[in-house]
């Protein structure tokens, strides 16, 4: 016989506030390793989840560094190592006409580094998700909340958790397979 491994626990509720109230319940209980799915956008999960940090502009920052950095550095290579040329007897290193190419590579960088980094960081592509494998998460999409507590938090004992979540009140909760 086959044992498939659990991916998560998932609590299914019946309206926002029903589902925000038992999110930040579950992060005060300890749960660290949370998510949240809802058919539309709401604020207040994720301060409930305990969401708070965002390292996208970090990775837009650093790429807009290095390209700035690359983009200065090829043009000081040209003009002084590789081939200089005296023109109209300024120096080789003439800072000043550096900028405009070094503003440029900056922000393009900065911005492909922006959209590959918010790819990565949100683990995109995803063409599987193990969430789909419960038949209510379909529900998801029109009008159902769901709640998963994931089974690699150091907290997670599956029949405590299951326990718990059904405390909170929920529709239904859902063994989540791998």
Do not use: C
């Not at 992060?27 to 989840?49: F, L, S």
């Not at 590579?105 to 960081?121: C, D, K, P, R, Y």
């Amino acid at each position: 016989m086959k044992t498939t491994a659990t991916y998560g626990l998932m609590a299914e509720f019946d309206s926002p506030r029903a589902l925000i109230t038992a999110a930040e319940k579950t992060h005060k209980e300890g749960y660290k390793k949370i998510d949240a799915y809802t058919p539309y956008p709401i604020e207040e999960v994720a301060e409930a989840i305990g969401f708070h940090h965002n390292n996208v502009p970090l990775v837009t920052l650093i790429g807009g560094i290095v390209g700035g950095l690359s983009g200065y550095l090829m043009q000081f290579w040209i003009s002084t190592i590789d081939y200089p040329v005296n023109i109209g007897g300024k120096p080789y290193h003439s800072w000043p006409s550096f900028i405009i190419v070094t503003f440029e590579m900056t922000i393009l960088f900065a911005g492909i580094s922006a959209v590959f980094g918010m790819l990565a960081l949100n683990g995109l592509p995803m063409p599987y998700h193990p969430v789909f494998n419960v038949s209510r998460f379909a529900m998801a999409s029109k009008d159902r909340f769901f709640l998963i507590v994931f089974a690699s938090d150091k907290k997670y004992d599956a029949v405590a958790t299951r326990q718990f979540l059904e405390s909170l009140g929920p529709v239904s909760v859902a063994e989540v397979p791998s």
